[in-house]
Nanobody, 112 residues
Framework: QVQLVESGGGLVQSGGSLRLSCAASGTIARISTMGWYRQAPGKQRELVAGITSGGRINYSDSVKARFIISRDNAKNTVYLEMNNLKPEDTAVYYC??????WGQGTQATVSS
């Protein structure tokens, strides 16, 4: 069983930055893809960014050029650097491993 612990959320003003972290632990056979999704109030969960073990990255169009995803394979940790934040980025951010294991979520709130 894989446990994911997220951190780094908080309250920031529009134009500010936050850095999220997600560390995986437990019985991990092989981590292929790690990534982030988010869910805003009243909306469906949506993809933010993903990164494979080989370093292939994809972003949603809404965050491209503002967010940067990275991972440390030795630490089984994925990061999400969020820059130039906008109020519409306000959401609970969830990390995942292989689209199977999910974190509990961390709140990011951007004030205008």
């Amino acid at each position: 069983q894989v446990q994911l612990v997220e951190s780094g959320g908080g309250l920031v003003q529009s134009g500010g930055s936050l850095r999220l972290s997600c560390a995986a632990s437990g019985t991990i056979a092989r981590i292929s893809t790690m990534g982030w999704y988010r869910q805003a109030p009243g909306k469906q969960r949506e993809l933010v960014a993903g990164i494979t073990s080989g370093g292939r990255i994809n972003y949603s169009d809404s965050v491209k050029a503002r967010f940067i995803i990275s991972r440390d394979n030795a630490k089984n940790t994925v990061y999400l650097e969020m820059n130039n934040l906008k109020p519409e980025d306000t959401a609970v951010y969830y990390c995942h491993v292989n689209f199977v294991s999910w974190g509990q979520g961390t709140q990011a709130t951007v004030s205008s």
